[in-house]
């Protein structure tokens, strides 16, 4: 790829709730087809960190630049990056009131303005992508975990997204059901999607980061390639979190 | 054999239940209860009648309901009374909806001059009596601006319900999990769309088992417009009354068709929570 512009550029981001400071000279960039994770103790910020993409979260200072868009509070263009950026939240979040289906279409058709006929055709190459096109008229609750965060990810999938961000998407699920939702990450990750992942699935880290973040305490401690993390982080604390996480 | 629903353990019955409660709780005594507590009352008002030699004359009561005459059919004062007081609770309670929707959504806004408007509103209704409220829109802001006596009662029932009704829609709005405004907006939704699409079809089952004891509560509450004379039922029942002295019986009737109606109401509105609680 030539020189392009990166996906997601970050500079020097502060946030605060009230006097507590969540986030503290964060810089980061992704290039376009990146896919990073982020690990760290929980309270470090990960997840602040990816909510402030897509306006989720607002940040207090810094300059925040996602695909071309420059994101603020009150920005006008929100609603087109969101449009651009899909989340996966760790409850799922999926509209128990629709059906798979119509949990998919409903962006499509009401904030792209696309047809019935071709948001459910959409919809359905995609929860064939997520393999699960026979659910498609079922309510969320009739699914498993597992199920559900397909269906989560496919519904992000459906508004054409370039950059999808995951917050802990495996965390609330039984362990039988992680590996099923990590398969279609792995897929989604080879199609060349850029990807932002809050995870501790190491063994999902290994196989697709290009890039691994490490936060603590609202900062970014270390960026670094897979290899070198796991094998030698520069960090001692980076180290002492990979040892807690991967004794077992 | 016990007749509580758990059982002990295996070969040892559990220990029966007090002789007294299962006494009072059999099947014949229990009727046998009700109906002495029921004929107690019933007698008290009979004799009570009586020591005061009322003229009982339950056989003028039909033609309040309908006439047959010469010219056909027809339908008496309180149907005629009781179908103007289901209009003006149905027009005020879409009224009030409308307010207390708007009501909710300034509270909601997350705005000081909307939430500030909002509950000056709320305690400024709740702390006036709706006697007061209804004297307040008819005999001020009636000549003010010019409407009448209807359009006055409408008005202060859809603004005294207006309150609660807009804490039941907040309340209902609040009861659906943060996680599905930010799915709604993760996938670009704007505020209203979400409102729309997302948020309000989840609330309906919270709200309908409170609205509807507002309704009933509206329903009940029109009655007090007979003091500035909109003809509605009890109004309608107190000009009967004044022509035919027959107090007893026609403030029994009207009670009870008050009763007929809040009842069915309920009633329809259980069925309605059934079908939402399936579908969800």
């Given at each position: 790829m030539t020189q392009s512009k990166p996906m997601i550029e970050v500079t020097n981001l502060d946030k605060y709730y009230g006097k507590f400071?969540?986030?503290?000279?964060v810089s980061l960039t992704v290039d376009q087809g990146e896919k990073v994770v982020i690990c760290g103790p929980?309270?470090?910020g990960k997840s602040t960190l990816i909510r402030c993409f897509n306006g989720l979260e607002w940040h207090s200072s810094g300059r925040l630049v996602i695909d071309g868009i420059e994101v603020y509070e009150?920005?006008?263009e929100i609603r087109e990056l969101r449009q651009e950026v899909g989340m996966v939240f760790q409850q799922f979040n999926?509209?128990?009131?629709?059906?798979v289906l119509e949990n998919l279409t409903i962006g499509p058709m009401k904030?792209?303005?696309?047809?019935r006929a071709q948001a459910e055709e959409t919809a359905r190459k995609y929860l064939e992508r997520v393999h699960?096109?026979?659910?498609?008229?079922?309510?969320?609750?009739?699914?498993s975990g597992g199920q559900q965060q397909r269906v989560a990810i496919a519904r992000s999938l459906c508004m054409e997204t370039r950059i999808m961000l995951f917050d802990?998407?495996?965390?609330?699920?039984?362990p039988e059901m992680i590996n099923e939702v990590l398969d279609v990450m792995v897929e989604l990750a080879q199609s060349g999607m850029t990807m932002v992942v809050v995870t501790h699935e190491m063994g999902f880290a290994r196989k697709v980061a290009d890039k691994m973040v490490f936060m603590e305490a609202g900062q970014i401690v270390e960026v670094s390639p897979p290899d070198k993390f796991f094998t030698?982080?520069?960090?001692e604390r980076c180290r002492l979190f990979l040892d807690q996480i991967l004794e077992h | 054999m016990s007749d509580i629903g758990i059982s002990g353990p295996i070969g040892q019955p559990l220990p029966r239940r007090p002789f007294l409660r299962r006494f009072f709780d059999s099947v014949p005594i229990s009727v046998l209860i009700y109906a002495v507590i029921v004929g107690l009352i019933g007698y008290g008002a009979y004799t009570g009648a009586q020591g005061m030699g009322y003229n009982w004359?339950?056989?003028?009561?039909p033609q309040y309901f309908y006439r047959v005459t010469d010219e056909g059919f027809q339908w008496g004062e309180i149907p005629i009374g009781l179908v103007a007081t289901i209009t003006l609770s149905v027009t005020a309670f879409l009224l009030a909806m409308l307010i207390g929707l708007v009501v909710a959504l300034l509270r909601l806004s997350g705005l000081v001059v909307g939430s500030a408007v909002a509950v000056g509103f709320l305690e400024l209704i709740r702390n006036i009596p709706l006697l007061v409220l209804l004297y307040l829109f008819y005999y001020v802001l009636g000549p003010v601006f010019g409407f009448d006596r209807y359009v006055a009662s409408i008005l202060t029932l859809a603004v005294f319900h207006s309150a609660l009704i807009s804490e039941i829609l907040r309340a209902g709005i609040n009861a659906v999990p943060t996680g599905q405004w930010e799915a709604a907006k993760s996938i670009g939704m704007s505020t209203s769309q979400t409102y729309r699409y997302i948020i309000l079809p989840q609330s309906i089952r919270f709200m309908l088992p409170p609205l509807t004891g507002e309704v009933v509560h509206l329903i009940k509450s029109s009655a007090i417009v007979s003091v500035i004379a909109v003809a509605e039922l009890t109004t309608l029942g107190r000009n009967i009354i004044s022509d035919t002295y027959m107090s007893f019986e026609i403030w029994f009737t009207i009670a009870l068709v008050y009763l007929a109606v809040t009842l069915i109401l309920s009633i329809g509105v259980s069925f309605l929570e059934k079908k939402y609680a399936v579908d969800q």
């Open positions: 400071q969540a986030l503290k000279n929980s309270g470090s009150g920005a006008k999926l509209f128990p009131h629709l059906t904030v792209r303005n696309i047809d699960i096109p026979e659910q498609a008229d079922k309510y969320p609750a009739q699914l802990e998407p495996t965390s609330a699920l039984d030698n982080p520069s960090s | 004359q339950w056989y003028r009561i």
